[in-house]
């Protein structure tokens, strides 16, 4: 008795037969091998996060966590000039969440840009809510390109231009129109938990008193 099949099936095997079963692993292999290259990429970005506008009230690290990039820098040498490059600048990432890792050697940094909402407060207080943080840099690029002294802060360096807090801490002068780009460098022999968040500065003092 002949056998019969469908024409599906019929296909299917004509297919296979004619060599389409090496088509069908060279699609495969280019499938795979683009997901390797988006994975390898490390979820680089396009450009920084867009601008967080602030208004009147406290935001929390989970608010903040959205409109954060983060770079990891393994050597631990490159500078501000070096992170705002071409190069360095994509291979930021943005996690989407509260930026926490295990030991590591590494110096990371964290962008996070600001703009000051038409009724907001000119002053704020940027606080990372971890102790135990080896040395924190502030770098803060005004909306012109200017560039404010560097301020630091952490339990193995003396405080310049910071809060003296249990935890790093700096108080922001949002005054020029436009954005404000920060720019954290975090370097910590502990675990690196990174919770930053943002509070109205007089609002902050009140509650201290």
């Not at 109205?200 to 003092?205: E, F, L, N, Q, Y």
Request: glycine share 10%; hydrophobic share 50%.
């Amino acid at each position: 008795m002949p056998v019969t099949c469908s024409w599906s099936v019929c296909w299917s095997v004509s297919w296979l037969r004619s060599g389409g079963w090496l088509l069908t692993g060279l699609l495969l292999s280019w499938v795979l091998a683009g997901g390797a290259r988006a994975a390898d990429a490390g979820g680089s970005l396009a450009g920084p996060a867009a601008a967080l506008v602030v208004g009147n009230r406290p935001l929390s690290a989970t608010d903040l966590a959205a409109h954060i990039d983060r770079l990891r820098d393994p050597g631990a040498q490159l500078t501000l000039d070096a992170v705002r490059g071409a190069e360095p600048a994509r291979r930021f990432d943005r996690p989407g969440r509260v930026v926490a890792e295990g030991f590591s050697d590494a110096a990371h940094w964290l962008r996070l840009r600001l703009q000051r909402g038409a009724e907001a407060p000119e002053r704020w207080l940027l606080r990372l809510d971890r102790a135990y943080l080896d040395e924190v840099q502030l770098h803060q690029v005004l909306p012109d390109g200017g560039v404010l002294p560097l301020r630091v802060a952490g339990d193995s360096v003396a405080p310049v231009g910071a809060m003296v807090l249990r935890v790093p801490a700096f108080e922001l002068d949002l005054s020029r129109p436009g954005v404000h780009e920060l720019y954290l460098r975090v370097r910590s022999g502990s675990t690196l938990v990174l919770p930053l968040t943002l509070f109205v500065s007089m609002a902050w003092k009140a509650v201290r008193l």
